[in-house]
């Protein structure tokens, strides 16, 4: 079955500084691999998606994330975080086998400090 | 435009009663999703529409869930006799073709339902 592990809950990180996010994935082939950003308040906002191609992605908002298939994982990236990246990250997985149904990770909340 | 609305956005209810929390996606778009998130917890599918036919129900938990959208536009997600562990954020996604895992989903800020 399909799977996806965000190991940190909570990274702090001050302003100015590179961020990375992890997240892992369990799926037999290449799946299809999307971040989303949760506001307080607001809903989920997708940040970017990799489905094939080229394993670095750019989204929105200056962040990036790059699929490593050898250490199935898609981190996201940005490398100066502003005060206003402050919220709820979540890495996603969808594969040909399921469809429509993506399998969320727990997210990690993200801390900026000045 | 306009993104995907939910209402109410706060519900509290006793537990045994029904609620009915509702959708509206955006403009256009086909497919239709619905998630439950746990606090702490990232979102768990429950169904999914294409226009008004119910494709997959997989996710609801049991019998006392029900999803309909009769027009093929807003959605209507129906707990019957709320129990405190249905407590959790409700959240609604669209998308305009629907179907496949490659289609962004488009959330909607969700509803929080309390059952005391």
């Known amino acids: 079955a399909q799977s996806v592990t965000q190991p940190d809950i909570h990274i702090t990180v001050s302003e100015g500084a590179s961020l990375e996010l992890r997240c892992n994935y369990s799926y037999g082939a290449t799946p299809y691999l999307f971040w989303y950003v949760q506001s307080p308040g607001q809903g989920l906002q997708l940040l970017l998606k990799?489905?094939?191609?080229?394993?670095l992605v750019q989204g929105i908002k200056g962040f990036e994330a790059e699929f490593k298939r050898s250490q199935s994982s898609f981190n996201l990236r940005k490398p100066s975080v502003h005060w206003s990246d402050a919220a709820e990250y979540f890495c996603a997985v969808g594969t040909p086998n399921t469809g429509n149904q993506f399998y969320f990770g727990t997210g990690t909340s993200l801390t900026v400090i000045p | 435009g306009a993104g995907v609305s939910q209402s109410p956005r706060y519900k509290v209810t006793k537990r045994g009663q029904d609620v009915a929390l509702r959708c509206d996606p955006i403009?256009?778009?086909?497919?239709l999703y619905w998630y439950r998130q746990a606090l702490g917890q990232g979102p768990e599918f429950l169904t999914y529409f294409n226009y008004e036919a119910q494709q997959d129900k997989s996710g609801l938990p049991n019998d006392r869930f029900s999803a309909e959208r009769p027009e093929g536009s807003i959605s209507t997600l129906t707990i019957q006799r709320t129990e405190q562990r249905d407590s959790a954020m409700y959240r609604c996604a669209s998308s305009l073709v629907g179907g496949r895992s490659t289609d962004t989903q488009y959330f909607g800020p969700g509803t929080r339902l309390t059952v005391l």
């Open positions: 990799y489905f094939s191609g080229d394993t």
């Open positions: 403009s256009g778009h086909v497919s």
